[in-house]
């Protein structure tokens, strides 16, 4: 299912063993916070000039992230 640009989108997962995770697009990262639970969240607002999005994890802020999910945007 493809996101729509200019939607806001709660993006959740739970990962216990990252300390880090991330919305990616282009260049960017967005930080998504952790709870004590291991579930991380953001709510994300759809930029309207990109094609996809990913969703990455990691031990480190500065890290290489290891893309877990990937969207396609229209």
């Given at each position: ?13 739970k990962v216990e063993n990252k300390s ?55």
């Open positions: 299912m493809p996101l729509k640009k200019g939607r806001t989108y709660t993006f959740r997962i880090h995770a991330a919305i990616i697009h282009g260049k960017s990262f967005i930080n998504m916070t952790k709870r004590t639970d291991g579930t991380f969240f953001k709510d994300f607002l759809i930029p309207k000039d990109i094609s996809e999005i990913k969703l990455g994890i990691a031990d480190a802020a500065i890290s290489t992230y290891e893309v877990i999910a990937w969207y396609s945007v229209e």
